[in-house]
């Protein structure tokens, strides 16, 4: 066991000081394992969710597609019109992002929707700064609403077998959606406050951004659409568990067969798939195996009781720490690796906290996973490197010329990360605490 914990901590202490190449450093950590014999060679296609990997890898292809047909610019340019200050604006611009991020990356959205923020703020010679810092951290909280939001809510969606759905409704009772909501709407009046000094009036040229092509914007819905269809399909069916990853990457197929016959050049093709992140991929390949070496060499166990005993049999106390931690720790770390690398670790906790209560694990784990996916996604605003999307905000505000110090982005972040976290730490323990 100590060979594995020494190896899996190793592999993250690297991946901290050499952020850049975090994906080889997992991979090559994934392989060391394979090769010494602590993740044995027939656990290595179980260890991978293919699920996971393949609905991550379609919707980047068909968010690219959907970027490129100027879509969203449009249906920024549609709110712009409607607001009357940059205080309104920014704020709008903020729920803007978070309603695309419920169902696209956060990374994309602050791509779609930060140009249009750019453009706006040099017309009223406004600090772009704080209005693209709002925008990050609004896509960073909606990712977890909706089961196709954001990597990690992908992977708890396939560990716990949930479908579209589950993500409003799980087991009689409001679910996720509404506690990501709950936070949202407070971070709203916060992010409302923070701009109360930005009064500029935006003007209205009545000039709206023209929409190249509906298709992209027909399959991406379609996607969401199929999901949802997906999840309410019976299991004599027998679909395959990679059901989602097959219908995104389907939608995907089919969109670069359109935009090629459409377009009759190459680029049309290889332009989309070059949008798709396989760093991120190769990343979650070299965790997964990471996480099947150290479940088989008995470390996601004995972490589990460790944890449960730290708990004392009270499911509120570890709840707590849980949501806590996440928070903490997200605020330094990646949340992807992190969030991999607890999911089975609650999973043992609830196995082992079930028989002291007289309950099913599955109802005792509910909260803790709530709480892990809403901790560690929020927690990530907290920092300028505690989610892709802040780094991807910072990048562009960089190449337009603007050095964002840490305390521009704590007098945004720390309030919004405790306004959409108490509010969703609240609901989930009375709706799911047992």
Known sequence: MLPAILLFAATYVLMLTFSRYRPYIALTSGVIFIITGMLPLGDIIPSLDFNVLLMIGGTMGLVQLFIDSHMPERLADMIMAKVPT?????????????????????????????????????????????????????????????????????????????????FFWYYGKPSMFFAVELGALLSAAILYWIFRREKGKIPKTGKMTEVSDYVPTALLLGAIGLLICASFAPDSWNLPEEINGIICCSLLVVGLIYNYARKKNLDAVVGPLKAIDFETLGLLVGLFLMIGGISNMGVIDALAALLADLGGGNVFLMFSIIVWASVLISAFIDNIPYVATMIPVIGGIAAQMAPGLGVDATLVGIPLYFGLLSGATLGGNITPIGASANITAIGILRREGYEVANSDFFKIGIPFTLSAVIPAYIYIWLVYGV
């Open 86 to 166: 940059v205080q309104w604006a920014a704020v709008c611009l903020s729920l803007f992002a978070g309603v695309i991020s419920a169902f696209v990356d956060n990374v994309a959205t602050v791509l779609m929707v930060a140009p249009v923020a750019l453009e706006i703020c040099k017309k009223l010679k406004t600090n772009p700064i704080p209005v693209l810092i709002a925008i990050a951290v609004s896509s960073n909280l909606q990712g977890a609403a909706t089961l196709v939001g954001d990597t990690t809510a992908i992977m708890l969606g396939s560990a716990l077998n949930m479908s579209f759905m589950d």
